[in-house]
């Protein structure tokens, strides 16, 4: 039984790009929530996807964007990319009913931004 | 959302009895209480979950009083591989408040030979 699985691992930018990230939810999940991490801090809420859209959402401009397909994966966007932007992004998965209140989390894809 | 309040850091020798301990004073009548483990350059890790007295599983056990204003994970008999990050989180399971939840800095423990 895969776990929640992210895409790429590591990548580097450069100011002012745009970057995709990907994640392949644990099987049998449908919800998926994403978190930025910086160095030293917790994993801060972005948003959550859940039956192809947006339903919850942090405090993130609207450079952060995100989608859901319909086989649950989801693609996290962040345009216009800052210095700041710089941190380990998650990927969590997890079940929009029935739920356990347990977040499955992936490994992260680790962003740098020069 | 309710806040959470938990030590910056903790050390301890191995084969001892951990207790961390997370204060809570706005929880909410619906919310749990969460805990997650994170080792460096891994996404967090669910530990145990509970909404009032005491739960056990293969690996902890958190202790919450009846007032719920604060939650204490125990770890029996930690060994190096338990140094790591452990957050404490409270949401709402039913609304799925939960996954709104910010983690917060945690509680970094070593754990020494």
């Known amino acids: 039984d895969a776990g929640v699985t992210q895409s790429p691992t590591h990548l580097i930018k450069t100011r002012g790009q745009q970057v995709t990230l990907r994640c392949s939810p644990k099987?049998?999940?449908?919800?998926v929530s994403w978190y930025q991490q910086a160095l030293g801090q917790g994993p801060q809420f972005i948003f959550q996807y859940y039956e192809e859209e947006e339903r919850q959402r942090g405090n993130f401009p609207d450079r952060f964007s995100g989608h859901q397909f319909p086989n649950y994966s989801s693609e996290l966007n962040v345009n216009a990319l800052l210095l700041g932007d710089s941190a380990l992004y998650l990927c969590?998965?997890?079940?929009?009913?029935?739920?356990?209140?347990?977040?499955?989390f992936g490994e992260g894809s680790r962003l740098t931004v020069l | 959302l309710a806040k959470t309040t938990q030590p910056i850091s903790m050390d301890s020798y191995e084969g001892q009895e951990v207790n961390i301990t997370c204060s809570h004073n706005?929880?909410?009548?619906?919310?749990?209480i969460t805990w997650y483990q994170q080792f460096p350059s891994q996404g967090p890790r669910f530990i145990i979950q509970?909404?009032?007295t005491k739960v056990t599983n293969e690996v902890a056990s958190l202790f919450i009083p009846a007032d719920r204003k604060s939650s204490t994970l125990s770890l029996p008999r930690v060994s190096l591989s338990d140094t790591a990050v452990y957050y404490c989180l409270v949401g709402d399971r039913v609304s799925g408040g939960y996954q709104k939840v910010t983690f917060g800095t945690g509680t970094k423990l070593q754990v020494i030979p």
């Open positions: 099987s049998g999940h449908d919800t």
């Open positions: 969590a998965s997890s079940l929009g009913r029935g739920h356990t209140g347990e977040l499955f």
């Open positions: 706005n929880i909410a009548t619906n919310d749990y």
């Open positions: 509970g909404y009032k």
